[in-house]
């Protein structure tokens, strides 16, 4: 697959998707586009070739449209969630592949697939919603897992504070082999540091499939 594989009009439909997903909820809107764009900055950083960094991107952006499908009273809840709507909460990987499902007639959305699924599963298998372990779960969702989880870690939410950038690179480290790929967090903390210069994310941003046009459009 190249470039000339991704379909013009898959722009249109991200916008789309995203639109509702911000009327939905503004902070799930921000948290897709971080990670979309961090995804797509960590397969550069891995060699990957531009195409997979554009499956990437929109893996990324896509990988919690589903939360559209999860109750108000328990996405917008300002506060910790008890059990059972921790249980609600772990059906929108699957919410959101059956949002994207339709497209999968197109070769460019069938690539997107793995890493809005398998985004939650974990190195030693105690992931969900398939309980998937080590290389079985795909590369993409692997990236995604480690971008999605620093970046919920280190944004505010209702009930916490963010949590300090140290104390963060520190959860990663702990976690590697576990919960993370391990040389996905070592490759990730060492390009941490040149996602915050000024000129290489205006450089990066210029090179953004979709990202780019989605928050200008918003």
Request: glycine content about 6%; aromatic content about 8%.
């Amino acid at each position: 697959m190249s470039w000339d594989d991704i379909p013009d009009w898959s722009k249109q439909v991200a916008n789309s998707l995203l639109v509702s997903v911000k009327e939905k909820d503004l902070h799930t809107f921000q948290h897709c586009c971080r990670v979309g764009r961090r995804a797509r900055q960590l397969g550069k950083a891995l060699g990957l070739n531009e195409f997979e960094q554009a499956v990437l991107e929109y893996s990324g952006l896509f990988h919690d449209v589903g939360k559209v499908g999860i109750p108000d009273q328990i996405l917008l809840k300002p506060g910790r969630l008890d059990t059972s709507e921790i249980e609600v909460m772990k059906s929108h990987p699957l919410k959101s592949v059956s949002i994207i499902e339709p497209l999968s007639h197109n070769a460019f959305f069938r690539f997107i697939m793995p890493g809005i699924r398998y985004h939650h599963e974990r190195m030693d298998g105690l992931g969900y919603p398939h309980g998937l372990s080590g290389e079985n779960i795909p590369l993409n969702a692997r990236i995604i897992t480690v971008v999605d989880t620093f970046d919920a870690m280190t944004n505010a939410r209702s009930y916490r504070k963010a949590i300090p950038l140290e104390k963060v690179e520190l959860e990663l480290k702990n976690f590697s082999g576990t919960q993370f790929d391990a040389q996905l967090v070592k490759t990730f903390l060492e390009l941490l540091p040149h996602l915050h210069n000024e000129k290489t994310q205006h450089q990066e941003s210029k090179e953004e499939v979709v990202v780019s046009h989605i928050l200008k459009a918003a």
